[in-house]
């Protein structure tokens, strides 16, 4: 059972490095799903959308920059 504990946490680290940069884009891209069509804001709903993204991206960059 440990043998496949230890299988199951090297495939999850395979994809999923850092599990608080996958569930902030997982958490960004509900609200955005959510939020987004409700501020009705046309053709800026991508740059926000993208940008939203970035944010993410650049806080997980400098949160490892720091390790």
């Not at 043998?3 to 946490?9: D, I, K, Q, V, Y």
């Given at each position: 059972m440990n043998?496949?504990?230890?299988?199951?946490?090297e495939l999850w680290g395979l994809f999923v490095e850092d599990g608080r940069y996958a569930l902030a884009i997982v958490v960004w891209l509900l609200l955005a799903w959510r939020v987004l069509p409700w501020l009705r804001l046309g053709e800026w709903s991508a740059p926000v959308f993208a940008a939203g993204l970035l944010a993410i991206l650049v806080e997980s960059v400098l949160r490892r920059?720091?390790?």
């Open positions: 043998g496949l504990r230890t299988a199951l946490s920059a720091r390790h």
